[in-house]
């Protein structure tokens, strides 16, 4: 609607500048010939030689016929006066009585000239004073005409400087209006794209919850079936089980119930992280028992193949202990769970300047290199981890964690050989806690 209205305001203005500058240049262009001055001038010029060859011609020295002559182009001269643009030249300057006046003098003694004797002294001096008498008169006339062709001089410059001032005005509003209308375009566009844009996301979002959906319904389905095909077995062979029978199956059993317990704590942190649930509590944490306790946390038969070297790890730093185990304990679940089953998991850690460092390394399946910047995403899984149990939001929580911590999440993969996680996040010494503390007592 505001374009269309825009749009409407630069058609109208573009029209007003178009009827404008046609009516100018019709104003200028109807303007009357110039030339008056010089016209009258020459009127005078063969008036005052009429006179010169009356005088001649009583002389003797011209013949009548030079007299004739001199008349009829005075005559020719003075027509200008009286036909085309030039009358309205004459109107404008109300010399209209003058050039009568002489065209009655000329009609006045037209009829004498066919007659003109050398003889009639009286009929010459006649002839002579009425040329001399219109020589004053057209020179009157090239005078008024200077003077008027002047004020119109002044008269058309100031009309130019107004038309200019038209037109740069219709520019500037031309100009604005084509501004607006842009603006609201690159809005409009703007406000399409954001919209398309939370349209793809929003279709992103729901095939990335349909595909979870999926994957943990399987995800849940398959420790189940672990546990009810054990039980069943318990149940039927109950009576005639060895103890190592009885042993395997309970463990089976177990290590079912670890599984769906871990899927069930990561799918709760991820709701409760999206609705704002999980708090940060930061505070004195020994991250080598931290270390130590997301070990533990993992399944018996890979605990061995865990290799930690913490030996430049500072023991004390602020932290939220909670937060940070589970952020260890995920890295270290996904490297145990994408390597084969023989391959070392090597966890390091030291500090780097004002950073510390904690870095869980496997040889496994690793990141196709195209995918490594979606990592972060939630419900993301590599393609590498087809066939692979896991629900895509370990690594999202993890880097939530990292962003509570004002730290982050640096990941080094190559498909095929292997990935390291490393955790990045500020060191805070607990005597800073400490001494802010005191502070506040004392």
């Known amino acids: 609607m505001a374009a269309a209205l825009a749009l409407t305001v630069l058609f109208v203005i573009l029209l007003a500048a178009v009827i404008r500058l046609a009516v100018n240049e019709n104003r200028l262009a109807g303007e009357p ?3 008056v001055v010089w016209f009258s001038s020459q009127a005078q010029f063969e008036a005052m030689r009429l006179a010169d060859s009356v005088l001649l011609f009583e002389m003797g020295r011209v013949a009548r016929d030079e007299v004739i002559l001199r008349f009829d182009l005075l005559d020719s001269r003075l027509r200008l006066f009286e036909e085309g643009q030039m009358t309205e030249r004459v109107a404008g300057m109300s010399y209209q009585n003058e050039i009568a006046g002489v065209r009655k003098i000329l009609d006045g003694q037209r009829g004498q000239l066919t007659g003109l004797d050398r003889a009639d002294a009286e009929g010459l001096n006649a002839l002579h004073d009425d040329a001399h008498a219109v020589s004053l008169t057209m020179r009157d006339f090239a005078n008024a005409g200077m003077l008027d062709g002047r004020d ?41 794209a954001q919209a398309e844009a939370a349209l793809a996301q929003e279709r992103e979002v729901s095939r990335l919850h349909r595909a979870f959906t999926s ?65 940060f509590h930061a505070r004195s944490c020994n991250l080598h028992h931290l270390i130590a306790a997301a070990c533990d946390n993992q399944p018996e038969q890979d605990q061995s193949r865990i290799d930690c070297a913490l030996e430049r790890l500072p023991q004390l730093v602020i932290a939220d ?52 910047r979606f990592i972060s ?25 990292m962003v509570l911590h004002r730290g982050r999440i640096d990941v080094d993969s190559v498909e095929g050989k292997g990935s390291t996680f490393t955790l990045i996040f500020p060191y805070s010494s607990p005597s800073k806690l400490y001494a802010a503390s005191s502070e506040q007592a004392g």
Do not use: W
Request: proline share 3%; with cysteine.
């Open 152 to 192: 119109r001089q002044e008269a058309s410059r100031a009309s130019r400087r107004q038309i200019l001032l038209e037109i740069f005005g219709y520019l500037l509003a031309t100009l604005a209006a084509g501004v607006l209308v842009s603006i609201i375009v690159v809005r409009n566009y703007r406000t399409m």
């Open 377 to 401: 995403e939630r419900f993301f899984r590599a393609r590498t981890a087809e066939g692979i149990p896991g629900t895509g939001i370990g690594l999202n929580f993890v880097s939530q964690i």
């Open 321 to 372: 202990s909670t937060l940070l185990e589970q952020a260890i304990q995920n890295l270290l679940s996904n490297a145990l769970k994408y390597s084969p089953p023989d391959s070392l998991v090597l966890v390091r850690g030291a500090q780097q300047g004002n950073d510390v460092l904690i870095s869980v390394a496997d040889r496994g399946v690793g990141i196709p290199a195209d995918e490594l």
């Open 215 to 279: 994957v943990v319904s399987h995800q849940f389905r398959t420790p189940l079936s672990i546990i009810d095909a054990s039980s069943q077995r318990m149940l039927r062979r109950a009576t005639v089980m060895t103890a190592d029978e009885i042993v395997t199956r309970v463990s089976k059993i177990r290590n079912a119930c670890q599984r769906l317990t871990r899927l069930m704590e990561s799918t709760l942190n991820a709701a409760r992280l999206e609705q704002g649930e999980i708090a």
């Open 33 to 35: 010939a110039e030339g």
